[in-house]
């Protein structure tokens, strides 16, 4: 059995990736930040645990917790939009930080506090969840200046890692779920089964060649 730890997993596609592996050959730890989120994963995998990808001291808890567990995979896909509407006058820039924290700097955050995990397991697979909203290139229609920004951030920062990482093994790859129905799009776009049963069959080719890339669903890169 293959272990996986899902970040940000009590609802949309965090959920569905807990749902479609639990009839597979992984073993699944899931996260959320609540009580309520806690409770809507209870019995659906092997652990849940409490996790605020934005609190440094929920990160250390979460660290602590699973000292000595080895993960084949640590998938950060815990994310928020924002305000997606705001032309760049109303921008606030509090709320820029909130969706960087979550988006850029929480991946980060829980990558570097699990590398020890990620060693102990044999794929040494580091995921991050980015989005076609990353692309400089295919940006040819605007808006969402905080969303887009942070997942070009964490794509950044995810190639810079593995470079870093390649050494030890740790393959760093994005993944691009597409459009998808969950609460961050008010439901629209394509069923979230189709797109995770496509990263899933993503997930299980990927090895050290890959590191660097962003993936979609549909097994294509994504342009930078
Ligand atoms: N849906 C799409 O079309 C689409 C497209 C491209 C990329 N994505 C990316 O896919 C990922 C999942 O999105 P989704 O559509 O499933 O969104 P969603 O339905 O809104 O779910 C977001 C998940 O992230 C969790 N989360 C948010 N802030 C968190 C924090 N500070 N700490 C821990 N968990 C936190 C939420 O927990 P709570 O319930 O506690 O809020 C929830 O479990 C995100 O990274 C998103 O940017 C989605």
Redesign the pocket.
Known sequence: MKTILI??????????FVRQLATSDWTVHA????A??LE?LSGTCEAVHR?????DD?IASLAAELKGVAFDAVF??????GDVTLPIEAIDYDEMFRVF???TF?PLRLIAALKANLMAGEKRLALG?????SSISSNDWGTQHC?RAS?TALNATWRSLSQEWRPDGISCVLL??????????NN???D?ET?VAGMISVIETLGLADSGRVIGYDGKDVAW
Do not use: C, W
């Not at 950060?76 to 939009?81: E, F, L, P, T, W």
């Open positions: 970040a940000g997993a009590n609802r949309g596609i965090g959920r569905e996260t959320a930040r609540d309520r989120g809507a996790l605020d990808i934005t609190d929920s950060a896909n815990a994310g928020i939009s924290n979550t988006n929480g969840m980015s989005s076609l909203m969303y997942k691009r779920p597409g459009f998808v129905k969950t609460d961050m799009t629209q776009g394509m979230v797109s």
